[in-house]
T-cell receptor, first 112, second 117 residues
Framework: EDKVVQSPLSLVVHEGDTVTLNCSYEVTNFRSLLWYKQEKKAPTFLFMLTSSGIEKKSGRLSSILDKKELFSILNITATQTGDSAIYLCAGVRGSTLGRLYFGRGTQLTVWP | GAVVSQHPSWVICKSGTSVKIECRSL??????MFWYRQFPKQSLMLMAT?????????EQGVEKDKFLINHASLTLSTLTVTSAHPEDSSFYIC?????????????FGPGTRLTVL
């Protein structure tokens, strides 16, 4: 059975802290892993990771995939209150349909 | 680019009525669209995969007669919740996958909050 597990489920930090969010996956015929940020409405795309060991970076956010150990991490440095959100990771099965398997998400709260 | 819209953004209806939710890809063609529902503090649960011009593929446990999906064009998919009941109240989100080969990226609509009284 395909599954994606995220940890921690919730995290509270102060502005300026660095956080690491974890995502482990077991997805049949795995193709790639996606990270999304969800605030009040629908998720917004952050990263798509397909190759192992190659870091993707966007501002203060970065992410990397380890296909041997079947996990990914999302790092956020110098956190700001605007980073408060649910962060979702999803594994993509290798098929033409591209079905996503979502984890439960990590609720990140950044206090000023 | 890659904008997906949903209409309505929220709807309140009486128990027993049917509600139609539209999902449109505004600036790209989407051969595949996905419908999710999300309960408070829970993750997105895939309900069905919608392919243009063919029948939708439903996930296990999702009633196809209850949640009717129509993907009539490359930019529009609709989800109709038939004979809605209070337990159908949820946040419904669609996503669309661009028709380019090999692309796994999906773009999400803003969601529709359904409340059934």
């Amino acid at each position: 059975e395909d599954k994606v597990v995220q940890s921690p489920l919730s995290l509270v930090v102060h502005e300026g802290d660095t956080v690491t969010l974890n995502c482990s996956y077991e997805v049949t015929n795995f193709r790639s892993l996606l990270w999304y940020k969800q605030e009040k409405k629908a998720p917004t795309f952050l990263f798509m990771l397909t190759s192992s060991g190659i870091e993707k970076k966007s501002g203060r956010l970065s992410s990397i995939l380890d296909k041997k150990e079947l996990f990914s991490i999302l790092n956020i440095t110098a956190t700001q209150t605007g980073d408060s959100a649910i962060y979702l990771c999803a594994g993509v099965r290798g098929s033409t349909l591209g079905r996503l398997y979502f984890g439960r998400g990590t609720q990140l709260t950044v206090w000023p | 680019g890659a904008v997906v819209s949903q209409h309505p953004s929220w709807v309140i209806c009486k128990s027993g009525t049917s509600v139609k939710i539209e999902c449109r890809s505004l600036d790209f063609q989407a051969t595949t669209m996905f419908w999710y529902r999300q309960f408070p503090k829970q993750s997105l649960m895939l309900m069905a995969t919608s392919n243009e011009g063919s029948k939708a593929t439903y996930e296990q446990g999702v009633e196809k007669d209850k949640f009717l999906i129509n993907h009539a064009s490359l930019t529009l998919s609709t989800l109709t919740v038939t004979s809605a009941h209070p337990e159908d109240s949820s946040f419904y989100i669609c996503s669309a996958r661009p028709g380019t080969s090999g692309s796994n990226e999906q773009f999400f609509g803003p969601g529709t909050r359904l409340t059934v009284l």
